[in-house]
């Protein structure tokens, strides 16, 4: 069963850098790609960043383009998701997600509140 194990979350002013941490219970080889997304309160589950599992690529949402970065660590089975120059609409759940061929999976979420 893979586990999706998000940290990192929390509160922070405008203007502000949080990074979050998703841990993997097995190699994120076994996956295509792994990614972050975000759900603010009414509103649908949105794609921040993705990245190939070999790092050979990354994507991002226009919206936070410039100010966020993904990254993974192989070897500790980790995704990160640095968060700079934060707004006050970055507010949101911020799940992890893993694609493999036939499934994904998903965390459980991390809370994400940016003050203005």
């Known amino acids: 069963q893979v586990q999706l194990v998000e940290s990192g979350g929390g509160l922070v002013q405008a203007g502000g850098s949080l990074t979050l941490s998703c841990a993997a219970s097995q190699s994120i080889f076994s996956f295509n790609a792994m990614g972050w997304y975000r759900q603010a309160p009414g509103k649908q589950r949105e794609l921040v960043a993705t990245?190939?599992?070999?790092?050979?690529?990354?994507n991002y949402a226009d919206s936070v383009k410039g100010r966020f970065t993904i990254a993974r660590d192989s070897a500790k089975k980790m995704v990160y998701l640095q968060m700079n120059s934060l707004k006050p609409e970055d507010t949101a759940v911020y799940y992890c997600?893993?694609?493999?061929?036939?499934?994904?999976?998903w965390g459980q979420g991390t809370q994400v509140t940016v003050s203005s």
């Open positions: 990245i190939r599992s070999d790092g050979s690529s990354t």
């Open positions: 997600k893993a694609s493999s061929r036939y499934r994904e999976y």
